[in-house]
Structures are given as C-alpha cells and as structure tokens.
T-cell receptor
C-alpha cells in the first residue's frame, strides 16, 4: 500500500518557468490538500479538494492552480515560478464523513526557484 | 478555526516523559484537538485526536480538561527517535482533516 505519493522529490526551476507537482493516493480518500512549508514554519494550506471535480482555495493560493479529475490524483500547477515559491510542498489525503480525520501526508517535493 | 499556542521548543532525555501543553482559548463546540509529529524532511504524521477527557493510544496520551481551552500531549519514556516537531491543531473533525491549520509547533529534542 503506497499511501500518498509525490513526484518529483526535488526540482529546480528558473523564474518564469511552469511545472506540475504530482500527487497520487491509493486509499480512495475523498479529501486531498496541498500545503507548503517554509523553513522553520508550520504548513500552510494552498488548495484543497473534497472530491473529484471540486476544488477550493486555501490560505495561500496565489500563483498555483489545481484540478481534480479523478479521486486518486491531485496535481498542483505553478503557472510562472517565482523565488518566493521556493519551499517544500506536501500533499495530503484523508477520509470524509468520519469524526476521526487522520490526514496522510506524502514525503514532500523540495522546490527551488532561481 | 481556533488559534493554538504551544511552546517553541523543549529538551528532554531518553526514558523521560514529555508533556507538551497547547492553549486554544477560543475552541468551538464542534472542534476536535489533533496532534501531528514531523521528522526532518518528512511529511507530518498523525499521532492522536480527542474531543474531551483523556485519549490514549500506543504512541501517546492526550489530556483535555473540562473547559477544553487547553490540551496536553504526553509522550511516555521518549527515545532519541522521538526528536521531532509536534503540532497541535484544532478544528471541526470532518473539515479539519481536509483543511489543517498548522502553527509553529514545538520542537522536541531528546538527548541521550
């Protein structure tokens, strides 16, 4: 059981380039989310989805797009990379419709924008 | 979402019990209290969740007083591998799993 898989693990981009961070889960979770974590800080929510075809913005959505065409996949797109987007990105998934909501996180993608 | 306050860092020694207290004065009636652990270069990992009184699992215990304005995560007999950042989160159970709000966390260093 792979859980939540993120690719790539590391990426260097030039300012202005675009790219897609991939996230896939094999637990049939309805909920999926993207977070970024800057050095020495907690995670901040970028975008989230409560099911296929449904997405919404989190705390820091500017510069990022998401889509949810399947239950399993939730890619995060950087439209035009900026140095301020240098961060570690985590994808998470969780069940819906249950009181105890344990979120499962991927191993992260470390992104550097130069 | 309720704001949480927890110590920035704590030091301990192997075999000791570590207690981390989190304040959440404006916790709402529907809010649950959840703790996550994060090792360097890894994503956070769920430790424990509770609503009131005491919850215990194989990893930790969570103590919640009657007014629910604070909570204490207790890690029994810590080892070096318990060195990590611990986050206290407060939010509605179902919604909280999808839209987690992380503060700065408590950096726990376990010394030999």
């Amino acid at each position: 059981n792979a859980g939540v898989t993120q690719t790539p693990k590391f990426q260097v981009l030039k300012t202005g380039q675009s790219m897609t961070l991939q996230c896939a889960q094999d637990m049939n979770h309805e909920y999926m989310s993207w977070y970024r974590q800057d050095p020495g800080m907690g995670l901040r929510l970028i975008h989230y989805s409560v099911g296929a075809g449904i997405t919404d913005q989190g705390e820091v959505p500017n510069g990022y797009n998401v889509s949810r065409s399947t239950t399993e996949d939730f890619p995060l797109r950087l439209l035009s990379a900026a140095p301020s987007q240098t961060s570690v990105y985590f994808c998470a998934s969780s069940y819906s419709g249950t009181v105890y909501t344990e979120a499962f996180f991927g191993q992260g993608t470390r992104l550097t924008v130069v | 979402l309720a704001k949480t306050t927890q110590p920035i860092s704590m030091d301990s020694y192997e075999g000791q019990e570590v207690n981390i207290t989190c304040s959440h004065n404006n916790i709402a009636t529907n809010d649950y209290i959840t703790w996550y652990q994060q090792f360097p270069s890894q994503g956070p990992r769920f430790i424990i969740q509770g609503y009131k009184t005491k919850v215990t699992n194989e990893v930790a215990s969570l103590f919640i007083p009657a007014d629910r304005k604070s909570s204490t995560l207790s890690l029994p007999r810590v080892s070096l591998s318990d060195t990590a950042v611990y986050y206290c989160l407060v939010g509605e159970g179902e919604a909280a799993g999808n839209k987690l709000t992380f503060g700065g966390g408590t950096r726990v260093l376990v010394k030999p």
